[in-house]
Nanobody, 125 residues
Framework: VQLQASGGGLVQPVDSLTLSCEAS????????MGWFRQAPGKERDFVAR????????SYADSVKGRFTISRDNGKNTVYLQMNSLKFEDTAVYYC???????????????????WGQGTLVTVSS
């Protein structure tokens, strides 16, 4: 499966932004989908993940209550709605896909087999 993330941009603090991750090659309904982010000079961190039908979702503590992950299997697309953005949300955001069934939060980037190219989100005043 190929993943194409989009929707990044320059926003101000407390603004909202929605990222999209469109898949091609295979239906995403068979995958657990995740979002990760990597700030300059830092490691890639888990943001959120959603199981195949949206019935099991987990978030990093840093985004809980502000970000919402969702998926539309009919459109082969996963979304990340980001509200109340903060300076520290600035990063390149990556979507990822895994054939695993996660019984935990699914925070380990090594457990995701497929990655998109990333989209840059910059939060600045």
């Amino acid at each position: 499966v190929q993943l194409q993330a989009s929707g990044g941009g320059l926003v101000q603090p407390v603004d909202s932004l929605t990222l999209s991750c469109e898949a091609s090659g295979r239906p995403i309904s068979i995958y657990t989908m995740g979002w990760f982010r990597q700030a300059p000079g830092k490691e890639r961190d888990f943001v959120a993940r959603i199981n195949w039908n949206g019935g099991d979702i987990s978030y990093a503590d840093s985004v809980k209550g502000r970000f919402t992950i969702s998926r539309d299997n009919g459109k082969n697309t996963v979304y990340l709605q980001m509200n109340s953005l903060k300076f520290e949300d600035t990063a390149v955001y990556y979507c990822a896909a895994s054939l695993r069934t996660f019984y935990g939060a699914g925070t380990n980037a090594g457990h995701y087999e497929y990655w998109g190219q990333g989209t840059l989100v910059t939060v600045s005043s």
